[in-house]
């Protein structure tokens, strides 16, 4: 006789616990005082998160350079993500608690905050 409930892994099991389209804000958090005007000041933060996994890439349009950061987030078990950007000069992590996902972005000398519901 086949199986009625299939096994679920851990990561099939994040998946269905945090997988949907999270809209919200990212808002500049904190920054140097040299970096007066070079912070990008935020915006919308729309994320789709599918299998417990989402990508984010920051653009850092006033700086010299304009640095730019990719992230492939994973959940664990519990709702929390986290990821460093190739260079390893950016981090980015939060968690879901709920419908809602915070966290913060620690970029080129400007920190980013953000807060999304699914």
């Given at each position: 006789?086949?199986?009625?409930?299939?096994?679920?892994?851990?990561?099939?099991?994040?998946?269905?616990?945090?997988?949907?389209?999270?809209?919200?804000?990212?808002?500049?958090?904190?920054?140097?005082?040299?970096?007066?005007?070079?912070?990008?000041?935020?915006?919308?933060?729309?994320?789709?998160?599918?299998?417990?996994?989402?990508?984010?890439?920051?653009?850092?349009?006033?700086?010299?350079?304009?640095?730019?950061?990719?992230?492939?987030?994973?959940?664990?078990?519990?709702?929390?993500?986290?990821?460093?950007?190739?260079?390893?000069e950016v981090s980015m992590a939060g968690k879901v608690t709920d419908k809602r996902m915070t966290g913060i972005v620690d970029g080129v000398n400007c920190?980013?905050?953000?807060?999304?519901?699914?």
């Amino acid at each position: 006789m086949g199986q009625l409930h299939p096994d679920l892994s851990a990561q099939s099991y994040a998946g269905q616990r945090y997988d949907g389209s999270y809209s919200g804000t990212i808002t500049l958090g904190s920054y140097p005082p040299e970096f007066t005007g070079m912070c990008w000041q935020g915006g919308p933060f729309n994320v789709l998160v599918q299998n417990a996994t989402f990508q984010y890439l920051l653009t850092q349009p006033n700086i010299p350079g304009h640095p730019s950061a990719a992230f492939n987030l994973h959940f664990d078990e519990k709702g929390n993500f986290s990821d460093q950007s190739t260079a390893g000069e950016v981090s980015m992590a939060g968690k879901v608690t709920d419908k809602r996902m915070t966290g913060i972005v620690d970029g080129v000398n400007c920190v980013y905050k953000f807060q999304a519901d699914r």
